[in-house]
């Protein structure tokens, strides 16, 4: 090397530390490259994934399987190496799905395959035989006249697009959600709707809706995609279709499960905490391998490799396995209540919950002041292929609450393309997963997490938070 | 155009013309190409398979909704403009389908998906528990020594490979159809196998499997893909895996349905036929769009717009929407045995049954004093994407007992690049298909049954018949 050109370590330092004396050195710059470039080579969160969905599979909370999970985690934060590992107890309604059945009985008869929407209740033990009435969104069954569907089934029939960023999701849950509670205030017996999906499947997705108390409750289920377009043939030639529903499906009671939080002590400010991770409850339908065991293995694997190295970073990195995301964040919910007097020490956090996808984007929720220094941190993900992008992204589903009381946030970005292929299906399944997209994102989850523990930075307090998902 | 030349038409006719008199005109050569350019405006085959996937759907063999199928089709022959419809009976058993339901025990519960093999039988109304034991292959299994597998489940887990021709096809069907015999053999209580599919879906792949009278019958399922990597990934563990089955499947006694034929009488040589078809019946599973409600629709098309000339060819086409091939090519059988004795009026016959993709190949089992007629024919096909390929191709399924009691064959070869990815599973539906695809191929179909039935060449004796599928 030349005596006249500085190593581009150094030359970023010095152009930084103009404005900011609280920049991150070349030497822990140098160290998240290493940990980046050691973490690809190490295949840890496609061992945790294939274990989490061989040994314990679909987890619903609530379920056996769920207490199982708990219990993996605990052990796996232990064998990773973890300085702490606790539970913080989250307690939510308990739903439970029984048999699921739908057949058109005229004019064309034929099984439909479908299955009960999360949350919904069942047909009463009997089944529930009435016309479809069809409609092309939400909006569409808002706006029927009252009464207008008196003993019949609305069939909420609109399709989601395909986007990398995951962004037709948006448009098309909102039926999903409140889809019941709108079909009953017309008149309505049940809703179907087309499944929040991206692919052409005979695997339907499942997913969260909701009721309102003053709304007489009825059964919510998803049709498969190639189901829907079944449904909308038949439907085209004018005459009327009957169909029948038989579900057993609805909450049970309480029950109470657990954050699994495994922690890396901070050598020098173990107080403050960049906190990462995952949820650890799936749908029952698959093994919730991107769903979100890809996410909790990412985050756990990053935050491993970071423990195994000499010297921990100045702040405590807390991985947490958040309890029940799928059903309304309770997980998320509780962290942040147990939290709510200490927001302060949540320097920023980050959630990895929207598949198995490479990351190609980072963006961050801090304070401007602190913004030099997520750039330094994008620098060192830059070789991943990852982009950071200032005034981008949202906390993560999880991690939201927490955001909601101010803790910062960063996201960093998968390519969600084929996600809602999966999403809340039977097929999201562990095959489908590329080990070295996980390979990746856990070097980009290490290489930041490092970073913004080892940073002098006080990230300040989140700017903007949107829920996501 | 130049006076001094010839059409290319008449070029390629007065080159063939030194070597046989019995050769295509240009005159029939040019009205193929109409044909074939009309067939590919109409979006015929696509209309009559939404009509079948929407109006009928599944329709095993023996079911209600079978005899729907039939009725279906000879509406859909007259209505077409078919000269002649009528019904040859075709006797068969009737194999039924119950619940099915897999689960594992231990080490890890889960639950699996799976179909029953068609002709299996169930568990007796009991649940079957039992340690699976693994084989490679089902030369694996029958290697096994005698009396090793009592009490347990042998699971045949051999890889399907994707094949643009479906040569993956052979060395893994093998297993489903021996598997329950050979692992009855060596005292095994059930067989499941991996699905024979090319996909990673949630959805297992039936077909047909065998009982010899001899040797315990037990029953028979396949694992979806998905499913058969999760037992593999358990099973790696070393540990006992445990299922269980629950199934209900059987025969309950025979039914007579009908191969259901459409002509298109000749103009000269009515007792002479040119034979093309596919088979209505399909798996219960799926809508059977692309196996093999595209084959028929495709025929049927095809003889229609011959059908719509003004003239109709020299020899009688004869459209064959066959009964039961699933099962044991009973529609194909129940056929040749009618016309036994009058083999030779069949001048040629072609089946299409290898899905919705496009033909990219022709070949065709005639005299070889025949075959310049067949590359006359090719040269119509070729602006299709169609190579004429010599010494290669078989019979399909359904014409290949007549075909080895002599009928000479044609092979317009599907791309099934896709097709192991759908068959025999519920993913078989109408949303698959390209409608394009099948313009083609009514195209294809279209130019060469009429050419073949134009022509004044006698196609001989298929030199050679190998069964397929």
Redesign the interface.
């Known amino acids: 090397m030349s005596r006249f050109v500085l190593p581009l370590s150094l030359c970023l330092l010095s152009q930084f530390a103009i404005a900011d004396d609280q920049l991150l050195d070349a030497k822990s710059l140098a160290k998240a490259a290493e940990l980046r470039d050691s973490a690809l080579q190490k295949n840890e969160a496609t061992n945790l994934l294939?274990s989490l969905?061989?040994?314990?599979?679909?987890r619903m909370a609530g379920s056996p399987?769920n207490a199982k999970a708990v219990a993996w985690a605990q052990e796996k934060f232990k064998a990773l190496g973890y300085d702490k590992v606790y539970l913080q107890p989250v307690t939510h309604p308990v739903w439970q799905r029984g048999h699921e059945q739908a057949e058109i009985l005229s004019?064309?008869?034929?099984?439909l395959?479908i299955t009960a929407l999360g949350g919904s209740v069942g047909t009463d033990g009997k089944t529930l035989d009435a016309q479809i009435v069809e409609f092309a969104s939400l909006d569409a069954l808002k706006a029927a006249p009252e009464n207008s569907l008196n003993g019949k089934i609305a069939f909420i029939n609109k399709r989601m697009e395909r986007h990398k960023d995951g962004s037709g999701y948006g448009p098309v849950v909102a039926g999903r959600g409140a889809g019941a509670v709108e079909a009953a205030k017309k008149g309505a017996l049940a809703v179907i709707i087309r499944s929040v999906g991206t692919d052409?499947?005979?695997?339907p997705h499942t997913g969260m809706m909701r009721y309102d108390d003053a709304v007489k409750k009825i059964p919510a289920a998803a049709l498969s995609?190639?189901d829907a377009?079944?449904l909308e043939?038949?439907l085209k030639?004018g005459k009327p279709v009957t169909l029948r529903l038989d579900i057993a499906a609805g909450l049970t009671g309480t029950y109470t499960s657990y954050n699994v939080i495994g922690e890396i002590r901070g050598r020098e400010k173990p107080d403050e905490v960049v906190v990462i991770g995952g949820h650890l409850d799936s749908w029952d339908l698959?093994?919730g391998a991107v769903d979100d065991g890809a996410g909790v293995s990412i985050t756990m694997a990053a935050g491993a490799v970071i423990g195994q190295m000499k010297q921990a970073p100045r702040r405590t990195i807390r991985v947490v396995a958040f309890a029940n995301e799928e059903q309304g964040l309770y997980g998320g919910k509780a962290y942040a209540e147990a939290h709510k007097n200490n927001v302060a020490d949540h320097q920023i956090g980050a959630e990895s919950d929207f598949g198995a996808g490479r990351i190609y984007s980072f963006g961050a929720g801090v304070d401007d002041k602190a913004w030099p220094v997520i750039e330094q941190i994008g620098s060192v993900l830059s070789p991943l292929g990852i982009v950071t992008e200032k005034g981008k992204g949202s906390a993560g589903p999880d991690v939201g609450p927490i955001s909601a009381l101010g803790m910062p946030w960063a996201e960093l970005q998968q390519d969600g393309t084929d996600y809602f292929d999966l999403h809340h299906?039977?097929?999201d399944?562990?095959?489908?997963v590329d080990p070295k997209a996980l390979d990746q994102q856990v070097a980009a989850y290490a290489a930041f997490t490092y970073l913004a523990a080892e940073s002098k930075m006080d990230f300040g307090t989140a700017p903007k938070v949107e829920e996501k998902k």
Chains 1, 2 share one sequence.
């Open positions: 294939e969905t061989t040994e314990i599979g679909p399987a004019p064309f008869p034929q099984k395959h052409s499947n005979r695997l995609v190639p377009d079944l043939h038949m030639r698959g093994t299906t039977a097929n399944t562990f095959d489908k």
